[in-house]
């Protein structure tokens, strides 16, 4: 099998485009890939800081290393930022792949914890919990308000995280099921109206070939599951889109295209009402926010 860029040895054979690729054309083709998003939706301005969200497994490993290279072209810098959420045995692994990786590639990094600013770590929260939320859904409020709060203290303009096209679609459904149309709105990968804009570099990318590239391009990555992984339905939809695309190959950029458009269609329509939370003073859509309520749920007071 031949490279159909340049005669080397082909590795990859993309389904969807009936390309077959050597290492270095594939790799190639994803930072392209990546550069269009980036540029087609403005996530990332001249000069800007990006705080990029590192958990240490293949997604944002491989986002680093992308927007690391990028950075060396264009006018922007990286900061990477891990979060610690109090998983004994499991997360300190992942923080310590990713120190490395940082310190190799001269990145600057830092690490935010969940005890520190939550005053709960992941695993005092699920004890404390009375009802059965999932242990992601809890999980991802306090990462998303720790995040928040990381590129704040770092003073960066870009939040960018490593969700692919899969976790794009996967979410498009569980919203579908939910009948919750706003959220649909929000899906639109334009954020550059945003003061603080939330960037998903790699949402345009399929997730088995960013496994490929990881692979290819020998990054480090944690590949043990997180033990409180319970992601309900998320599974069987995983499931669900990868034996329809085994079928049906492009399937799933298909997929992609109707929920930009159904996404910026229902966006219009939407007029978010932006509040500031009573208890914390950030950002929120009622009078309490939803890290606030949930820490007053789980600590009782
Ligand atoms: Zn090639
Ligand atoms: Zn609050």
């Given at each position: 099998m031949i490279c159909n860029k340049c005669q080397n040895q082909a590795v990859y054979s993309r389904k969807y485009s009936g390309e077959n690729l050597c290492s270095e054309c594939f790799s190639d083709s994803i930072l392209r890939k990546a550069a269009r998003t980036i540029s087609k939706y403005k996530m990332i301005k001249n000069n800007?800081?990006?705080c990029v969200c590192v958990s240490g497994g293949k997604d944002s490993l491989v986002l680093l290393d992308i927007l690391n290279k990028m950075s060396k072209t264009h006018n922007f810098k990286i900061f990477a930022v891990s979060i610690d959420e109090g998983?004994?045995?499991y997360r300190?692994?992942?923080?310590?792949?990713?120190?490395n990786f940082c310190a190799e590639l001269k990145i600057k990094y830092k690490i935010f914890s969940y005890k520190?600013?939550?005053d709960l770590t992941l695993e005092e929260s699920l004890d404390l919990r009375k009802d059965n939320n999932s242990s992601c859904s809890i999980c991802g409020i306090f990462?998303?308000?720790a995040f928040d709060h990381a590129a704040k203290t770092i003073n960066a303009d870009v939040i960018a995280t490593g969700h692919n096209l899969d976790d794009v679609l996967q979410t498009f459904l569980i919203n579908t099921t939910s009948g919750d149309t706003s959220k649909i709105g929000w899906m639109h990968p334009d954020a550059s109206s945003n003061k603080l804009r939330k960037i998903k570099p790699l949402s345009e990318i399929y997730e088995s070939e960013i496994v490929f590239y990881a692979f290819t391009n020998d990054l480090p990555f944690q590949t043990e599951p997180c033990p409180h992984m319970?992601?309900?339905?998320?599974?069987e939809i995983r499931e669900f889109l990868n034996?329809?695309?085994?079928?049906?190959?492009g399937i799933k950029n298909n997929m992609y295209n109707t929920i930009l458009k159904l996404s910026q269609f229902t966006n219009q329509s939407i007029q978010k009402e932006k509040r500031t939370c009573l208890i914390c003073g950030?950002?929120?859509?009622?009078?309490?926010?939803?890290?606030?309520?949930?820490i007053t749920d789980l600590k009782g007071k």
């Open positions: 800007d800081l990006v998983i004994p045995g300190d692994e992942a923080l310590k792949i990713v120190e520190k600013l939550f990462r998303r308000r319970d992601e309900g339905i998320r599974t034996s329809l695309e085994s079928n049906h190959s950030n950002e929120c859509t009622g009078k309490i926010c939803s890290v606030c309520n949930m």
